[in-house]
C-alpha cells in the first residue's frame, strides 16, 4: 500500500486501550476543525469535526477536544481496535470553502 | 453511492514530462479540491474548483493547473516534471465546498513517481 507514515511519530497501544492524538494548530483565526484517518492505500476518511465555539464533541468511540488558549486538538478514541491502526491527521480551516490545512499526522500501532 | 475516483492509480514519468490527472467527484458534489501528500511535507492544498472555476488555489508554482469539466470532474495537469513532484495526489469532494459542515469525501489518490 502507499506509505504515508514516514517521518510521522507513532503511538503504540494494545487493543483495548484508550487512544489520545494530539495536534497542534498555529492560526488563531481558525475557527472549523477535522480530524481524517488514513489506512495504507487509501485516501485520508472523516472521522469527526468541530467547531471553534465549542470544546468538545463526542462521536461513536471518539472524542475532540479543543482548547483555543493553547491551540491545541486532540482525538480521543475509546477502546482501541486493531482496526483503528492507520495514520490520524488534523486539519483546520482558514479562509473558508474547501482550504484545509493538515497538520503532520501521527501514525497509531494498535496490537492485539 | 459511487465514491470518489481517480485515474490513474499509478504513473512513472521523466523529469521534464508532463501529466494529467482525473479525478471523478461524487454524484451531485460540485466541489473539487486537490492535495499533494509527500512524507517530508504533508498533506498540502492546491487548488478548488467549483463550478468550473477555481475558487482557491494553495502556494504551488504555475507548473501545477487544473480544470473542471461541466460535469464535475477535474483534472490536474503537472508540466516539466520535476523530481520532487513524486508523490501521491488526492482529489476530494464536497456537495458545494463549504468546509464548515461540509464534508470533504477524498479518492484513493495517485501515486506518481518522477525518475
Given amino acids: 500500500g502507499e506509505s504515508v507514515g514516514l517521518h510521522l511519530p507513532t503511538l503504540s497501544v494494545q487493543e483495548g486501550d484508550n487512544s489520545i492524538i494530539n495536534c497542534a494548530y498555529s492560526n488563531s483565526a481558525s475557527d472549523y476543525f477535522i480530524w481524517y484517518k488514513q489506512e495504507s492505500g487509501k485516501g485520508p476518511q472523516f472521522i469527526i469535526d468541530i467547531r471553534s465555539n465549542m470544546d468538545k464533541r463526542q462521536g461513536q468511540r471518539v472524542t475532540v477536544l479543543l482548547n483555543k488558549t493553547v491551540k491545541h486538538l486532540s482525538l480521543q478514541i475509546a477502546a482501541t481496535q486493531p482496526g483503528d491502526s492507520a495514520v490520524y491527521f488534523c486539519a483546520e480551516n482558514i479562509g473558508g470553502y474547501s482550504t484545509l490545512t493538515f497538520g503532520k499526522g501521527t501514525m497509531l500501532l494498535v496490537s492485539p | ?115
Avoid at chain 2, 509527500?38 to 501545477?64: I, M, V
Fill in chain 2, 1 to 115: 453511492k459511487a465514491g470518489v475516483t481517480q485515474t490513474p492509480r499509478y504513473l512513472i514519468k521523466t523529469r521534464g514530462q508532463q501529466v494529467t490527472l482525473s479525478c471523478s467527484p461524487i454524484s451531485g458534489h460540485r466541489s473539487v479540491s486537490w492535495y499533494q501528500q509527500t512524507p517530508g511535507q504533508g498533506l498540502q492544498f492546491l487548488f478548488e474548483y467549483f463550478s468550473e472555476t477555481q475558487r482557491n488555489k494553495g502556494n504551488f508554482p504555475g507548473r501545477f493547473s487544473g480544470r473542471q469539466f461541466s460535469n464535475s470532474r477535474s483534472e490536474m495537469n503537472v508540466s516539466t516534471l520535476e523530481l520532487g513532484d513524486s508523490a501521491l495526489y488526492l482529489c476530494a469532494s464536497s456537495l458545494d465546498g463549504g468546509a464548515r459542515g461540509d464534508e470533504q469525501y477524498f479518492g484513493p489518490g495517485t501515486r506518481l513517481t518522477v525518475t
